[in-house]
Each structure stands twice: as C-alpha cells, then as structure tokens.
C-alpha cells in the first residue's frame, strides 16, 4: 500500500509538470532584426524593422536621434515545443524533469538599448549599444 501511494504521488508530480517545456518553448516575444543598424542605412528601413523608437528627438543642426530597447534571447520556437511534446509522450511526462530546466536557460534575456544618430539626409551615421544588466542598471557598451 505504501508503494501504491508513493507511486501515485510521483504519477501526480509528472502529471502537474507535462507541459511546461511546452509553454516555455512558445512563449516569448520575436527577436527584432537588427542587421539593418550600420552606417548608411535610411531611418524608414530601421523605423520599418524595428518599430517606432522609444524615443525620437531632433538634434539642433536638424538630424535625429532615435533609441531602441531590444531584447535578445527569449524567441518563441515551435520546433522546440513539437521536440519536447513529442518526448514527454514518449516518457509518459519524466521528459518535464530535464526540458524545464533546459528551457529554462534556454530563455535568457539579453536587454540592450540602441542609440541611433541620423545624418540630416536620415541615413544613420552612428550606433551606440548600451547594456541593460537590471532594469535599473545600465553598462555602456
């Protein structure tokens, strides 16, 4: 009877975790291509990329600087959430013990602004990356 109730317990463990590598795998927001941001690219190419910026001033000689806060690291992936799907089917959900914890690190965040300064013909003459450790913190690139 004792093994029955362990068993059962562990049957219910496995159950509550099915599905979390899952959620985690389709989760998360789509990474923004930021290949475009080199010198000499034209502001409605970044604008129509990225967004609208975050902020957007006009310097006094007329040319823009626009800012960016990018996340990197976090893309949802379909393919991933078949593969674990498809492995916690196979194991009966103990797969959930060894893909949490891989999706886990898998979703790391990097947060970064970027700092864009525009020429007066609106092609972008500079980028500046700045790192954001914590939401607070901010290290220059």
């Not at 029955?4 to 496995?14: A, E, M, Q, T």
């Not at 914890?101 to 990097?110: F, Q």
């Amino acid at each position: 009877m004792y093994f029955i109730s362990k068993f059962f317990f562990l049957g219910v463990v496995i159950l509550s975790l099915a599905g979390c590598s899952v959620g985690m795998a389709m989760s998360g927001k789509e990474q923004k291509d930021t290949s475009i941001l080199f010198p000499g690219s034209p502001r409605s190419v970044v604008i129509a990329k990225l967004g609208p910026p975050e902020t957007s001033t006009k310097s006094k000689d007329g040319c823009y600087i626009d800012s960016y806060i990018i996340t990197k690291g976090n893309a949802p992936s379909t393919g991933r959430a078949v593969a674990h799907g498809a492995l916690d089917l196979l194991t009966l959900g103990i797969w959930e013990v060894v893909g949490t914890p891989l999706e886990m690190g898998a979703g790391k965040e990097e947060v970064f602004r970027v700092i864009i300064y525009y020429d007066k013909n609106e092609k972008i003459k500079n980028v500046q990356k700045i790192i954001v450790k914590n939401k607070d913190e901010i290290i220059a690139d």
